[in-house]
């Protein structure tokens, strides 16, 4: 005759206040990690609760959610410690997984998940409350390749498109900064005929929108337009032309760089001879 196995006892009894609270953890936690992954590598509630030799409790039909919210019940029912033991190994996973996604986990939802643990006789406000968060996304960087070749594919203006973009092609990311800012102060020198140059320049040349092309502006913003735009036109000089402009300027980024070269292409777009000829 075959033996029946034996069923495990439970440790805590599920009342109707538990369960609405094993309902709520499991909705809380629900957004830490992912249930399953395709990788070998990545942490998941399936692979945390296998560590723990639990993984059955999650092959409950259903869908994310309802998986966990049955198999943190049959945790809760039948183990002791394992609660505990289950929420330290996901805190850390899901601090490295939401800041992968780029949504950080937040102290607020820590403080739910602290709030619904008690309410379980699960007390770890302590460790909850210990719990490092940084919320700086970390930068996306961009091959420079890809950024060569979104240059390419923009409406540059000539300017842009000749000597700057080819020394951003080669790896030159300061020089082909400092030569954009260089062309644009030659460019408003000769139509303004100002000797000037720099923030002076600027000044002197944008007083009005004598150079500026507004045509595609509202009337009734056409005058904020005009003030802004000569007040970039005078930053551009001061923290772009300038600072590249002494060869000991630290290397900046490639995409950086790539930001400052659009922020040019703009400027050159609404640049104007006196005569009213667009740049050529």
């Known amino acids: 005759m075959r033996l029946q196995a034996k069923k495990k006892r439970a440790v805590r009894r599920i009342t109707t206040a538990r369960r609405a609270e094993l309902h709520r953890l499991a909705g809380i936690l629900c957004d ?12 998941t509630f399936t692979t945390i609760f296998r560590e723990s030799s639990v993984e059955k409790y999650l092959r409950h039909k259903g869908s994310k959610q309802q998986k966990l919210k049955r198999g943190f019940t ?6 002791q410690r394992l609660p505990k033991m289950l929420i330290r190994k996901i805190i850390p996973a899901a601090i490295d997984y939401r800041m992968h996604e780029r949504r950080p ?8 998940l602290s709030d619904c643990l008690l309410k379980l006789e699960i007390d770890m406000r302590d460790e909850l409350r ?3 968060l940084d919320a700086t996304l970390p930068r996306i960087t ?5 950024l060569v070749k979104r240059l390419r594919n923009h409406n540059l203006d000539p300017a842009i498109s000749s000597e700057p973009f080819q020394l951003f092609k080669d790896g030159h990311f300061n020089e082909a900064t400092r030569r954009a800012g260089e062309k644009f102060e030659d460019q408003v020198q000769q139509y303004s005929q100002i000797s ?3 923030r002076s320049l600027m000044g002197d040349a ?5 150079l500026m092309d507004i045509s595609g502006i509202q009337p009734k913003n056409q005058q904020g337009f005009t003030e802004g735009y000569k007040l970039l036109t005078m ?23 790539y930001e400052m070269l659009m922020f040019f292409n703009w400027l050159f777009r609404y640049l104007k001879s006196p005569e009213g000829t667009d740049i050529t």
């Open 142 to 146: 961009v091959p420079p390749d890809e």
């Open 235 to 257: 930053g551009a000089m001061a923290a772009i032309r300038n600072v590249f402009s002494h060869g000991n300027e630290e290397r900046r980024t490639p995409e950086e760089c």
């Open 206 to 210: 944008f007083t009005n929108d004598h």
């Open 196 to 198: 000037k140059i720099g």
């Open 32 to 43: 830490f990690l992912p249930l399953t992954s395709y990788s070998d590598w990545a942490v």
């Open 130 to 132: 210990d719990v490092a």
């Open 105 to 112: 986990l937040t102290r607020k939802e820590l403080n739910d």
């Open 74 to 79: 049959d945790v809760y029912r039948y183990h």
